[in-house]
């Protein structure tokens, strides 16, 4: 095995590993050292913003530096995303919020602001892009980046490259990333969340197989609960045991699956990093603090929604020709309505016009809990709202709906609202 390299992530100095149980830089003394025998030829990455909304609100609002903090809303809504000091107190994702405030009672809960979440991503990923045209998004806060043959542009490994993204991110942006650093994609995944946050973790291919192999099969992409289970059955709880199975008896078990699976639990990813990924569809929703029934009640809720979905569409540069209704009922159940081949739009107005058409048909008296609107076949923005002979009011309400936004960029969203939102439920 090649003798590991150092990289100074403060000043990106590469040297030979310092001896001793807490090795420095030699450089500058900086304890952040990451060290690897691969580390200086692979160039693999998956980049992950650490708790993104939090640590925005957190940038915006130094007051909140020290607090925990959790984005989300309504006690019977769920945690979109929660920080590290909220973390402590068994905080986490997608936990309900009720049971959020129980585990942390003092914690700040902000509602989000994905039109300020989708800008600040939009940012990130710019910076990611002046790196590699190899730009595989996730999701608002996560990439996978291929940065082969980028040395001699950036005159540097691709691990000094990511260490100096990481440091420009968080002195012009005001947000931390983890960086993981592999051979391949799944297992740059695993490695970006060894050392969160601020972090930087390598997995090399010669360690793979013996990194993953008493690890759960949970880990391996595509592995759900159910899959787990029955994977569990068959005699395969841990990675080890899928990477030692004869392949026969993995097909028999997981079908087609069994021999992909069995790549992976070798550290094996033939998967390349793709640069379009194409955004499906936009949604704005929210849970309830009480069941309503009453389309005068969730009329007001459905327009600030309308708002919401138009704020991200302008956001990530997008109209649509479609709007979806969601609502779920008490027992759970969900339903999902659609109104498709609309003039393509990314106004309010519109959206919610459309949304009220599929609201009011649903109002029954059935009680709801949760009401979403989302807009499913999107398109380039430069095609809405351009009016015609039949429609010669868009142009007119476009330019309103610029001028109010301008407002409330000047003055804050309670700049300019309409009178609907006055009534119950708004």
Not at 184 to 201: E, M, Q, V
Not at 227 to 242: D, R, S, T
Not at 399 to 412: H, N, T, Y
Request: contains cysteine.
């Amino acid at each position: 095995m090649a003798a590991a390299v150092a990289l100074c992530r403060d000043c990106l100095a590469l040297s030979a590993p310092a001896m001793g149980g807490r090795p420095r830089c030699r450089a500058c003394g900086s304890p952040r050292i990451v060290s690897h025998p691969e580390l200086t030829a692979l160039s693999i990455a998956h980049v992950d913003c650490d708790a993104f909304f939090a640590t925005i609100e957190k940038r915006d609002d130094p007051s909140l530096a020290d607090k925990p903090v959790i984005i989300g809303g309504g006690r019977r809504g769920v945690v979109s995303t929660c920080c590290y000091v909220a973390r402590t107190y068994g905080v986490r994702s997608a936990m309900p919020m009720f049971k959020a405030l129980d585990a942390c009672p003092d914690a700040v809960v902000i509602r989000p602001n994905m039109a300020k979440y989708v800008a600040v991503g939009r940012e990130v990923r710019a910076m990611m892009r002046d790196l590699t045209p190899l730009v595989e998004p996730l999701s608002i806060d996560e990439a996978f980046l291929d940065l082969s043959g980028t040395q001699r542009l950036h005159g540097a490994a691709p691990a000094v490259t990511l260490a100096r993204f990481a440091r420009r991110v968080e002195r012009e942006i005001g947000i931390t990333v983890s960086v993981g650093l592999a051979p391949n994609k799944f297992l740059a995944k695993i490695a970006s969340d060894l050392d969160k946050p601020r972090g930087f973790a390598v997995i090399g291919a010669a360690e793979a197989a013996a990194f993953l192999a008493d690890r759960p099969v949970g880990i391996l992409p595509g592995i759900g609960a159910v899959a787990e289970k029955k994977l569990a059955q068959a005699g395969f709880a841990k990675v080890g045991q899928i990477a030692r199975a004869d392949p026969a008896r993995l097909v028999a078990v997981a079908g087609r699956d069994g021999l992909r699976l069995k790549a992976l639990a070798e550290g094996r990813d033939t998967r390349r990093v793709e640069p379009v990924r194409e955004t499906k569809s936009v949604s704005a929703e929210t849970t309830f603090e009480h069941d309503i029934a009453a389309l005068a009640d969730l009329e007001p809720i459905l327009w600030r929604l309308a708002e919401k979905l138009a704020a991200r569409l302008a956001a990530e540069g997008y109209a649509t020709r479609s709007v979806v209704l969601k609502l779920k009922t008490t027992d759970f159940k969900l339903r999902t309505r659609t109104l498709s081949g609309l003039p393509p739009t990314g106004l309010a107005t519109r959206l919610y016009e459309a949304g009220r058409r599929l609201l009011a048909e649903e109002c029954d008296g059935t009680p709801f809990r949760l009401l979403g609107i989302g807009a499913g076949d999107l398109c380039d923005p430069a095609l809405a709202d351009r009016g015609d002979l039949a429609d010669p009011d868009a142009p007119r309400e476009k330019s309103r709906a610029d001028a109010i936004a301008a407002l409330r960029k000047r003055f804050g969203d309670a700049a300019v609202q309409r009178g609907i939102v006055l009534r119950k439920g708004g």
